[in-house]
């Protein structure tokens, strides 16, 4: 099972603060039929996010303090690759910004 993925920074990823995970990829996060808190590292401290589905679009985490995690970045651009690493898979990940 993989263990991290990576996602390239889109202009809404910016705009909305949130991260969206194509259905190809959600096998690293809990079943997408729920809404479930996640512990999610970040260099800022831990972040207490969800992972949500919706209809359309999909999977995605989004949370407040992805909001404080995006301003902490006003480096981020549009094409610049995000990677998140399952520490204890369906409960805490870690996010970064791969260099």
């Not at 949370?63 to 998140?84: C, M, N, Q, T, Y």
């Amino acid at each position: 099972m993989k263990t991290s993925i990576e996602r390239t920074v889109r202009p809404a990823y910016l705009k909305y603060r949130y991260i969206h995970i194509p259905a190809k990829l959600k096998d690293l996060f809990p079943n997408i039929k729920t809404t479930q808190e996640l512990d999610l590292e970040t260099d800022i401290g831990i972040i207490k996010t969800t992972f949500y589905s919706v209809e359309r679009g999909g999977p995605g985490i989004r949370s407040f303090g992805l909001v404080d995690w995006f301003k902490a970045h006003p480096e981020l651009k549009a094409g610049d690759r995000l990677r998140i690493t399952a520490i204890e898979p369906m409960k805490k990940y870690r996010l970064e910004i791969v260099k």
